[in-house]
Nanobody, 116 residues
Framework: QVQLVESGGGSVQAGESLKLSCVAS????????MGWYRQAPGKERELVSS??????IYADSVKGRFTISRDNAKNTLYLQMNSLKTEDTAVYYC???????????WGQGIQVTVSS
C-alpha cells in the first residue's frame, strides 16, 4: 500500500523554482510528523525540512530559499523551492512518522535537476 506519493520534480535552470507535493494517506497526515529529505549522487541522504509537533526546521543550505507547508484539506505536504542552485540537484523524498528521530515511512523519491 503506497502511503506517500511525491510529484512536482523536474529539470530547471539555476535561479528558477519548483514546488514538490507529497500526498499522504489520511491516517499518516493526521497523526505523523512529516519531512522532506534528499540524496545527491555519491552523498548520504540528508534532511531538507520537516514539520514535527508544529515546529519547522530547515537545513542551513536551504534556509531562506525553501518553504515547507501542509494543506490539511488535501492531505498534502509541499516544498516550495526558490532560487534553486546546481547543488540542490538530488532525489527528493517525502517521509513521515518519526521514531527515534528517524522517519519510518518513505515515498518513492522524485528527481530534481538544476543546471547552470
Amino acid at each position: 500500500q503506497v502511503q506517500l506519493v511525491e510529484s512536482g520534480g523536474g529539470s530547471v535552470q539555476a535561479g528558477e523554482s519548483l514546488k514538490l507535493s507529497c500526498v499522504a494517506s489520511e491516517h499518516i497526515f493526521s497523526t505523523c510528523g512529516m519531512g522532506w529529505y534528499r540524496q545527491a549522487p555519491g552523498k548520504e541522504r540528508e534532511l531538507v525540512s520537516s514539520i514535527r509537533f508544529g515546529a519547522i526546521i530547515y537545513a542551513d543550505s536551504v534556509k531562506g530559499r525553501f518553504t515547507i507547508s501542509r494543506d490539511n484539506a488535501k492531505n498534502t505536504l509541499y516544498l516550495q523551492m526558490n532560487s534553486l542552485k546546481t547543488e540542490d540537484t538530488a532525489v527528493y523524498y517525502c517521509a513521515a512518522c518519526y521514531s527515534d528521530d528517524a522517519p519510518r515511512v518513505w515515498g518513492q523519491g522524485i528527481q530534481v535537476t538544476v543546471s547552470s
